[in-house]
């Protein structure tokens, strides 16, 4: 017994020792100290090594779209990496296209900064900004769908209708994880001090946060604007597609046209499974009596003889309602399934490709 116990004794003051080599070896190995951060060959920041590049820019106040939290899993936050990023990691790959490569991008969680790096980001980037905002108002739109609207205070926000925002969950009760989730913006680009957004209840950490832990009158963190969709001028008819909280960026979108007076015609097609799943209907019948608007629900699980409407999904709806779509532009936010299926209905329509946009989440 006695040399089970001793034995017990030396390989846990064996493990002890071997502990405390690799913390000291981490600290003194991986202190990197200050490097040179170039970026777009005109701006150079001295910053700590041994961080991520996401980490590294977001300490300086630049920041880089990461849906995923920086867990190397959504794609968002890729930059051009030019010198000093090592080799591409086996986690980054998945996610990037050969042109990419080819081209140096990375995905900035990825890619640790350990030395003298360059990289190239879109000039655009430097206006995004972190708002410390107020939760003004949470309104509960259906079973799963809050609609939230910040206060900016005496700060602005300037974007574009259609893109999005950043929201930051931070650790709360049961996580001790802080995340950053993207949210397309649902209020109008007016309205400079405000900010509203549809955010869907999934079980996640940043949903889970918004519906059970966050509350009227706290402050929140949110960073943009962001994102590549956005409305484009034009003069010929539009569609818009959406299901779920893939209307926030198509209300915005709507709410610009109003305040501009934009009268083209208009098809908004929204997928949902039943009456129970429609929202914002009043604020929709509002854009209706002002604009050449039309707007399409198709419920896909309604059994009730009360609805008039279309049954099925929105695809079905397209085929029905567009017969030549050659002079069409589109917009489109929703999963990525329910985008490919609708690209492809309006394709069938001779809707042109270039002219369709689409924001998968």
Same mark, same amino acid.
């Given at each position: 017994?006695?040399?089970?116990?001793?034995?017990?004794?030396?390989?846990?003051?064996? %493990?002890?020792?071997?502990?405390?080599?690799?913390?000291?070896?981490?600290?003194?190995?991986?202190?990197?100290?200050?490097?040179?951060?170039?970026?777009?060959?005109?701006?150079?920041?001295?910053? *700590?090594?041994?961080?991520?590049?996401?980490?590294?820019?977001?300490?300086? *106040?630049?920041?880089?779209?990461?849906?995923?939290?920086?867990?190397?899993?959504?794609?968002?936050?890729?930059?051009?990496?030019?010198?000093?990023?090592?080799?591409?990691?086996?986690?980054?790959?998945?996610?990037?296209?050969?042109?990419?490569?080819?081209?140096?991008?990375?995905?900035?969680?990825?890619?640790?900064?350990?030395?003298?790096?360059?990289?190239?980001?879109?000039?655009?980037?430097?206006?995004? *900004?972190?708002?410390?905002?107020?939760?003004?108002?949470?309104?509960?739109?259906? %079973?799963?769908?809050?609609?939230?609207?910040?206060?900016?205070?005496?700060?602005?926000?300037?974007?574009?209708?259609?893109?999005?925002?950043?929201?930051?969950?931070?650790?709360?009760?049961?996580?001790?994880?802080?995340?950053?989730?993207?949210? %397309?913006?649902? %209020?109008?680009?007016?309205?400079?001090?405000?900010?509203?957004?549809?955010?869907?209840?999934?079980?996640?950490?940043?949903?889970?946060?918004?519906?059970?832990?966050?509350?009227?009158?706290?402050?929140?963190?949110?960073?943009?604007?962001?994102?590549?969709?956005?409305?484009?001028?034009?003069?010929?008819?539009?569609?818009?597609?959406?299901?779920?909280?893939?209307?926030?960026?198509?209300?915005?979108?709507?709410?610009?046209?109003?305040?501009?007076?934009?009268?083209?015609?208009?098809?908004?097609?929204?997928?949902?499974?039943?009456?129970?799943?429609?929202?914002?209907?009043?604020?929709?019948?509002?854009?209706?009596?002002?604009?050449?608007?039309?707007?399409?629900?198709?419920?896909?699980?309604?059994?009730?003889?009360?609805?008039?409407?279309?049954?099925?999904?929105?695809?079905?709806?397209?085929?029905?309602?567009?017969?030549?779509?050659?002079?069409?532009?589109?917009?489109?936010?929703?999963?990525?399934?329910?985008?490919?299926?609708?690209?492809?209905?309006?394709?069938?329509?001779?809707?042109?490709?270039?002219?369709?946009?689409?924001?998968?989440?």
């Amino acid at each position: 017994m006695d040399t089970i116990i001793m034995t017990i004794v030396v390989f846990s003051g064996i %493990s002890a020792v071997l502990a405390a080599i690799l913390t000291i070896s981490d600290r003194t190995v991986n202190n990197y100290g200050d490097v040179t951060l170039t970026i777009n060959e005109d701006k150079n920041y001295t910053v *700590k090594g041994g961080t991520s590049l996401l980490d590294t820019l977001r300490n300086e *106040k630049i920041f880089i779209p990461s849906a995923c939290g920086g867990k190397g899993t959504c794609g968002y936050c890729k930059v051009v990496v030019l010198e000093g990023g090592g080799p591409v990691l086996a986690t980054e790959k998945p996610l990037l296209t050969k042109e990419e490569l080819d081209n140096y991008t990375r995905l900035s969680c990825q890619c640790k900064v350990k030395q003298n790096i360059r990289i190239e980001i879109p000039e655009d980037l430097f206006n995004v *900004k972190e708002y410390a905002v107020v939760v003004e108002k949470m309104e509960k739109l259906t %079973s799963t769908i809050k609609k939230l609207t910040f206060n900016l205070g005496e700060e602005e926000i300037n974007f574009k209708p259609g893109q999005y925002v950043q929201l930051k969950a931070p650790a709360y009760e049961g996580n001790d994880e802080e995340v950053y989730r993207a949210y %397309s913006i649902a %209020s109008s680009v007016n309205d400079k001090h405000t900010l509203e957004l549809l955010i869907g209840y999934t079980g996640g950490i940043a949903t889970t946060y918004v519906h059970y832990h966050l509350k009227e009158g706290d402050t929140a963190y949110i960073n943009g604007p962001y994102g590549d969709f956005y409305y484009h001028e034009g003069e010929g008819p539009i569609v818009l597609a959406g299901a779920g909280t893939g209307m926030a960026p198509l209300i915005s979108i709507l709410q610009y046209m109003a305040d501009n007076n934009i009268m083209r015609d208009t098809l908004f097609f929204f997928g949902a499974r039943t009456m129970e799943d429609l929202f914002l209907l009043d604020k929709i019948k509002a854009f209706e009596e002002k604009l050449n608007l039309k707007f399409i629900p198709a419920l896909s699980r309604e059994e009730s003889p009360e609805w008039k409407g279309e049954r099925g999904r929105v695809p079905q709806a397209i085929e029905k309602h567009i017969e030549d779509g050659s002079n069409y532009s589109a917009y489109l936010c929703g999963s990525p399934a329910m985008i490919d299926s609708i690209v492809e209905a309006l394709v069938k329509k001779n809707v042109p490709p270039d002219k369709i946009y689409y924001d998968k989440f």
